[in-house]
């Protein structure tokens, strides 16, 4: 049986953003990271819709964030299990820009043969001509699926319904093979 996509998660502008559109509750708490104390603001039902895809196997969940170094933190916040990390702590202390790191993992969850949902307010290709060659390259052939949100209102709902229906896809033709067989 085929493993299921990685979802590449990142935290600031996806998860931690200022309106989320998920309905009136919302949680705030602060996290801290390198002596600071950081205000996050999330949607608890984006949380538990995070927590389920993981604890059935729909995604394999991999913070890709500059929080990789203190997504524990996070994780006791938020009331999630423990995730993957993409990034290492020496990765981020010497980039001045994660955007390129966060793409190097991207590409190699592709280069592992693994599916890919990619989400990230400012590393994933935003729609356009500079950036197409990018986007078709990491979604050739249906391997990834790449969501950029709106980094006040973070993923939505329909986000999430796609990257459900995105894992979904894989595993239906996985089961159809393995039934021809």
Known sequence: MRRPPVWLLDVDGVINVRRPMWGPDLCRGAARSQGIDWPIRWAPALITRIRRLSAAGVVEVRWCS????????????????????????????????????????ARQVLADRRR????????????????????????????????????????????????EAFAARRRRLTLVVFLLV
């Open 66 to 105: 500059t929080w990789c170094p203190d997504a524990d933190v996070l994780e006791r916040l938020f009331g999630l299990p423990a995730f993957g990390r993409a990034l290492t702590a020496a990765e981020l202390d010497t980039a001045e820009d994660t955007d390129p790191l966060k793409l190097a993992a």
């Open 116 to 163: 890919l949902v990619w989400t990230d307010d400012t590393a994933v290709p935003a729609p356009g001509p500079l950036t197409a060659e990018l986007a078709a390259e990491l979604t050739a052939g249906g391997r990834a699926l790449l969501i950029r949100p709106h980094p006040r209102r973070g993923l939505r709902p329909r986000d999430l319904a796609r990257i």
